[in-house]
Nanobody, 117 residues
Framework: QVQLVESGGGVVQAGGSLRLSCAAS????????MGWYRQAPGKQRELVAT???????GYANSVKGRFTIARDNAKNTVYLQMNSLKPEDTAVYYC???????????WGQGTQVIVSS
């Protein structure tokens, strides 16, 4: 079992920045890939960014150059630095952890990000 707790969401004006955090606990040694997803009202959940346990990263085209995912293994925490925010970035952001050699994955409870124009 892995538990994920997100924090750092809030309301920001367009062009502003926020940093989301996702603290993992439990069977963290089994985690391979961690990622951030988001779901806007009326839309499907979509991938935002991922990072592997060796630091390889991937981003959705819509956030490349604006968002940065980072992982602090000592703190069992993954961060999402979001710069140059746009109203279309408004969504609930979820942290995800995928386990090594398994189809299991875990989700956090989500944190709301609202970008006002």
């Amino acid at each position: 079992q892995v538990q994920l707790v997100e924090s750092g969401g809030g309301v920001v004006q367009a062009g502003g920045s926020l940093r989301l955090s996702c603290a993992a606990s439990g069977s963290i040694f089994r985690i391979n890939v961690m990622g951030w997803y988001r779901q806007a009202p009326g839309k499907q959940r979509e991938l935002v960014a991922t990072i592997t346990n060796i630091g390889n990263t991937g981003y959705a085209n819509s956030v490349k150059g604006r968002f940065t995912i980072a992982r602090d293994n000592a703190k069992n925490t993954v961060y999402l630095q979001m710069n140059s925010l746009k109203p279309e970035d408004t969504a609930v952001y979820y942290c995800n952890a995928a386990l090594v050699g398994s189809s299991e994955d875990y989700w956090g409870q989500g944190t709301q990000v609202i970008v006002s124009s």
